[in-house]
C-alpha cells in the first residue's frame, strides 16, 4: 500500500455554470491535464417529456472523450429527477451529482440549490422518492448553508439514512457566493454530522493553501478546484508534484486560447457570444499574467474580434 503521504490526491475539476462546458473541459484537458474527473455544470430541469434532447449535449459521452464526467442535475421534481436520471444511465453513466450548492440568486430563490438549504424537511422527502428508484449511485454538491452553518448541521444527520456516494461541500454559505472568506471551522464540525465521505471544496489556489487544507483535513481524500485552476491552469499539475517551466507555461496557455477560442468560434453564433464566453474566462486567468493586469481593461472593452485579439497578441508578446 502506498504510504498517506506519497499518494497523489483525487482531484475533481468544478462545476462554473458558463465556463466549464463540454468543450472547455476537453481542451484544458488536452493542454494541462491534473484532474481525475469533473462535475458538469448542472443541465437546466427539464420536464420529463421533452422531445428533442438538446439539453443533454453538455454530457453526451461522445461530446466527452477526454475527461470521466459526472452529470449534475438541479432538478426539485422527484419525477423529472427520476426521469433525467434513467436517461443518463442509459447513456451509460453511473454517478451523478445533486446540486444543494449553487448560490446563484435567480436559483436560490426558486429553492433550488443552495436555495433549498433552509429547507431540510423538502430535501429529505425528495430523496425518499428519488433514491429508491435510482439505478446509479448519488452524490450531493452543497455549501455549509444558505444563511448560516446551522442548516448543513441540521441536514447532514438526516442524509446518514441515503446511500450517498460522497458529499462535497463549498466551505461557504449561499448567501456569500463568493465574497469573503471560507469557513474551515464550519467545514470541520461537518465531519461530527456525517457518516458520509465529504470532499473539500473552496478556495484552493496554489500549493500552500493546498497543503495547509490537506494538514488540517486528514480524512479528506477527495478535492474539488474551481475558480483557483481557472485563474492557473497548471494548479492541479502542480498539486500531483509535476511543474513546468516558465517559457513552457506561456506556450500551453497561448495553445490553449488558441483552441479554446477557435472552438467557441465555431460554435457560437455571432462575435457578441464568442466575446462574452472568452471575456468570462479571462477574469479568472488574467491572474497567470500578474504584470499585465491592464491588458484586462482592453480585452473587456473589446468590441470586434479583431480588438480582442490584439489585447490578447499583446499579452502573450508584450
Not at 446511500?163 to 464540525?189: C, M, N, S, T, W
Request: glycine fraction near 6%; charged fraction near 20%; include cysteine.
Amino acid at each position: 500500500m502506498t504510504p498517506a503521504h506519497l499518494e497523489q490526491p483525487f482531484l475533481y475539476l468544478a462545476p462554473i455554470q458558463g465556463v466549464t462546458d463540454a468543450l472547455f473541459r476537453n481542451i484544458f484537458h488536452h493542454h494541462f491535464g491534473g484532474f481525475d474527473a469533473a462535475i458538469t455544470p448542472f443541465i437546466n430541469p427539464q420536464r420529463h417529456s421533452t422531445g428533442k434532447e438538446k439539453w443533454l449535449a453538455d454530457v453526451l459521452p461522445e461530446n466527452n472523450p477526454a475527461l470521466p464526467i459526472i452529470p449534475q442535475l438541479l432538478n426539485t421534481d422527484a419525477l423529472d429527477f427520476i426521469a433525467i436520471a434513467d436517461r443518463l444511465q442509459d447513456l451509460g453513466y453511473t454517478h451523478i451529482n445533486w446540486n444543494l450548492g449553487c448560490p446563484a440568486p435567480m436559483v436560490a430563490k426558486k429553492k433550488r440549490g443552495s436555495g433549498l438549504l433552509p429547507y431540510p424537511e423538502t430535501i429529505v422527502a425528495l430523496l425518499e422518492k428519488i433514491v429508491p428508484r435510482l439505478g446509479v449511485e448519488l452524490s450531493i454538491k452543497t455549501r455549509l448553508g444558505y444563511q448560516h452553518s446551522r442548516e448543513i448541521l441540521t441536514l447532514l444527520p438526516l442524509l446518514d439514512a441515503f446511500p450517498l456516494k460522497e458529499i462535497i461541500i463549498h466551505a461557504r454559505l449561499g448567501k456569500q457566493l463568493y465574497k469573503g472568506g471560507v469557513d474551515l471551522e464550519g467545514f470541520a464540525l461537518c465531519r461530527e454530522q456525517s457518516r458520509h465521505a465529504l470532499v473539500y471544496n473552496g478556495d484552493i489556489i496554489d500549493s500552500i493553501s493546498f497543503k495547509t487544507l490537506t494538514e488540517r483535513f486528514p480524512w479528506v481524500h477527495r478535492w474539488m478546484i474551481g475558480r483557483g485552476v481557472l485563474a492557473d491552469p497548471f494548479l492541479a499539475l502542480s498539486l500531483k508534484g509535476k511543474n513546468v517551466s516558465a517559457q513552457d507555461r506561456l506556450k500551453r496557455l497561448q495553445e490553449f486560447h488558441t483552441d479554446l477560442y477557435q472552438g467557441y468560434s465555431q460554435r457560437l453564433s455571432g462575435p457578441g457570444h464568442l466575446l462574452g464566453r472568452m471575456k468570462q474566462l479571462w477574469l479568472y486567468l488574467i491572474a497567470s499574467f500578474p504584470h499585465k493586469q491592464k491588458i484586462l481593461k482592453k480585452i473587456k472593452r473589446a468590441t470586434t474580434e479583431q480588438l480582442y485579439l490584439h489585447a490578447i497578441d499583446e499579452l502573450f508578446h508584450d
